[in-house]
């Protein structure tokens, strides 16, 4: 762990618990396009673009929609999200993450999100994190979804980081999946944790701080 300098977080499931409402939007277009859907289906969505989730939707359904019908469901499915989301407020910030993020702020490290969402900067605007971290990588500046490593390659080249000097925390394993193909460790949480997979399993957000050492002795560096 000496050799990290910066931590890219992943939102969706990490920083907050959106992954609820996203459960919620796809459980409500499933039900609308009659397709059986559930919490454990919705796990194989996670750290997935929005189209790729549409894809894995129409292929549990065995339905064939044409590229217009997609869209329109997928956008479909993000106005209700987005509804939900409209009810979220730095209350939902938990106390836990802000004061580890803090805190590792503190020690010295940089402190940047790898997201897949579109919605990210409206996500951490209503967290009342908007400008906190030292970059965002996110659904915008990528064409391809994890497990591919875009979107932390190039969280990293916004920092002008190598890419060995970051440690990724995922909820996500296409996420793990994908900070292994961009050469990063990855420390899991919730989902990735209850499969062990990841490169240390965090029991709770805070384990960070143990993981991760003050860094003051390089600030002359
Ligand atoms: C990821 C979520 O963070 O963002 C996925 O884990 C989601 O479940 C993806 O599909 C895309 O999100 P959005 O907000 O662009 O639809
Ligand atoms: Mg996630």
Redesign the pocket.
């Known amino acids: 762990m000496e050799n990290i300098k910066a931590v890219i977080f992943?939102?969706?499931?990490v920083i907050c618990s959106?992954?609820e409402q996203?459960y919620q939007g796809?459980q409500a277009l499933a039900d609308r396009l009659g397709i059986p859907f559930s919490r454990e289906v919705?796990n194989r969505?996670?750290?997935?673009?929005?189209m790729?989730?549409m894809d894995i939707l129409e292929e549990i359904g065995g339905k064939h929609y044409t590229d217009e019908e997609k869209v329109e469901y997928?956008t479909w499915?993000?106005d209700y999200?987005r509804e939900l989301l409209g009810e979220m407020s730095p209350k939902d910030l938990s106390e836990e993450v802000k004061s580890t993020l803090d805190e590792l702020r503190a020690r010295g490290y940089l402190l940047t999100i790898g997201?897949?969402?579109?919605?990210?900067r409206y996500?951490l605007q209503r967290l009342g994190l908007e400008g906190y971290f030292d970059a965002i990588s996110?659904?915008t500046n990528i064409v391809k979804?994890?497990p591919d490593p875009e979107v932390f390659l190039k969280s990293a080249d916004f920092l002008s980081m190598p890419y060995e000097n970051c440690l990724v925390v995922e909820?996500?394993i296409s996420?793990v999946e994908a900070a292994h193909a961009a050469g990063m460790k990855a420390a899991a949480v919730g989902d990735a944790a209850e499969n062990n997979v990841g490169d240390y399993i965090l029991e709770s957000f805070s384990d960070l701080l143990r993981l991760l050492p003050g860094r003051n002795n390089d600030l002359n560096e």
């Open positions: 992943d939102l969706d499931g959106t992954d996203h796809w919705n969505f996670r750290g997935v673009s929005r790729a989730c997928a499915k993000n999200y997201s897949s969402s579109k919605n990210t996500i996110d659904g979804s994890k909820d996500a996420g």
